[in-house]
């Protein structure tokens, strides 16, 4: 008995433990919890009543529930065509040999990301002010227009200055990650193509693209997920409403809005759920898609 | 030193040993030191270091040990939304804001984490004390479960020496519909000839920020929900309101320009961009701070009514006093609780830290309220007292956030259609609109299945 103990007892397991206590406690109890509370009414720990699949029907029936997927979906849309090519392209920018300033850029694009999203949301909501506010005053310099713009009342503008904030925000972490992967691209592919008179486009596509390709899928992964769950920005930014006609609410604020504020956390729990599962498959079929060039 | 599993593991086993003996030194000296009697969660500083002032005196009458914590507006509901959910011994005494209310007393009414204070409130004589309304505001199937600490009427601040330059009385501004009609007149003008307006009568959100909304909603006589919980959303008055703010708010005859709030609205005020402002009394000590520059420039006024002799204040924001249903010591928490609101030292300096004024109708002749406020140079305290009586009642629900930010969209889908629709079709409108939120908001609470009966809809 002792010898057979001692033969599946690798030392293994005794490091691996506090690691598995750590994650089991704050990590798969929660998550398993969450999941028993989306079919559940409840309000404090002794009023429980199972109610089966209503936490969901009844989000799945909510046109609000849609607008906020709706937001969340075009923010998400907007962080993998707009803010990752910018990333990229400023990473490409600051790849360049010889620049003794491009450290000092590198800082200063990289620096929003310091401060945190309720910050920057403070920050912006300040910035996006009618009459006041710089945005709306360079504007004005500039084009003679956008002095009265309500960048955050108007319905149409509300979505706008969140992707705006967050490009401000995200660009330059994101760029950290690509600046990694370009530095790591051999510069002996470089000069072969070069040799075989590729020509920059024709060296991007086919040299740069396919070795950033692994740290791409990351961020576009990482993005995608990090998009689904916007709270702290828009929330700072619109004063923890939605917006004018929820044109700034998320999924999360949606979430937030049910469990926290109206304390009903069964129905939070089925939100959290629908949208973990959103991110599984999207990641998934982004991973599948990311997987089909490769030959 | 030779260590068979290396150098790396040593120093963690080292570091966990270290912390483990920190934590272990932590603990005695924590279970050294007797339990404090009473545990008491305040979330506004003011509030806090007001009270430390005066709790030695407290502890010394009573014999007993309390411990006060401050925590954040956040930190305070999700620490209480924390121990409901599970189940957890609620602090003897906390104090939080209005719009936690609601989400805090749901569930069954036998398991709702507060005592009931009706008894305690008759045995007292304190019942009849407040100002009306203010114990509604904390009440769930008549149950008072708060005791207030605020009345926060509203007043209209205006630029004194604006409305002396136009020449315009703000004693005849007895209506909206007359302050409208001499905002258009005197007030609102393009000042440089620029075509851009210089100069608008009052701040108001575009779209309706769901507070100062809801001052104007409340100041009307419309309540959101009943004493039963049930949205009134469906509602003729709120409808014609709606419009009205959509007019006053929009388009070249708005009198109105969303100031925001801190600086923007510092901005604006000391600009003379905008010259009437909405202040219950807590946010006349932010414009004292925020524009110290401006001493002598603001007078007060009460709103102006929607009818004639119509009310002419509202309400905005509140806090509540609450004594934890699993406190070892409630006898003692309700002594605290009266102290901490009836204390008149304390009522005093409160008043002069804050310019709010207290819920007690019976502490409203402490002489500190007639002394002349240096910045706006009246007796501050006075003048909200004379419009604290009609403080109109607002019922409290879970949903009420909830309504007040669909109310803001409706604003902002009326402002997206009205050029299509006619003063009739944009009544009409918001009608329709209303008519989805009420029944929005009964689903939700038709979902709720620990309603007491009186409450089902």
Redesign the interface.
Known sequence: MNGALTRHFSPAWFFLLPTIAVMGTFLFYPVILAGVMAFQQSSGALAVEWIGWENFQFVLSDPLFYRAARNTLIFAAFSIFLQLPLSLGLAMLLNAKGDRTKGFFRLIIFSPFLVGPIFVGILFAVLFTPRFGMINRFLQYLTGWGLEVNWLSNPAFVLPAIILTALWMYVGFNMIYFLAALQSVSQDLMDAARVDGAGPWQRFLHVTVPAIKPVAVFVVIMSTIGSFQLFELPFALLQGTGGPDNAGLTLVMYLYNHAFVSGDLGLGAAVGWILAMAIFTISMVQIKVSKGGDH | MYFPPGKVILTLVVMVAVAAGYIGVQRAQFAATPPPDLHFLVFSRAHYERYRAVLPEFEAEEGVRVHMTLLNWNSL??RL?AI????LPMPDLVEFERSQF???V???LD?V?FEPLNERLEATGLIDQFAPGRLELWTRAGRHFGVPKDVHPVMLAYRRDILAELGIDPAELTTWERFVAVAREKIVADLTGNG?IDRYAIDM???G??ELTQILIAQRGIDLFDARGRPLMHNADLADLIVWYHEQTTGANRIS??A?WG??LA??LTSD?VVFIMVPDWRTRQIEMDMPGMAGKFGLMALPAWEEGGGRTSTFGGTGMFISRQSENPEMAWRLAEFLALDETLLESSFRRTNIIPPFAGAWDLPVFDQVNAFWQEPLGRRFIEVAGDVPVIHPS??Y??AL?RI??V???LR?HARHLDAEARFDFVMEELGVIQSDIE??IE????LSEEERL
């Not at chain 2, 409901?84 to 189940?87: E, K, V, Y």
């Not at chain 2, 979902?447 to 620990?450: A, Q």
């Open positions: 509901r999700n939304q409901r959910i599970a189940g609601g989400a805090l749901r569930g069954p398991l984490p851009i959100s575009l779209t920020n769901p320009f969303p925001g600086q923007n901005q604006a961009l879970p949903f956030g909830l930010d803001a969209n604003l902002a889908r997206r689903q939700l979902r709720d299945r620990f």
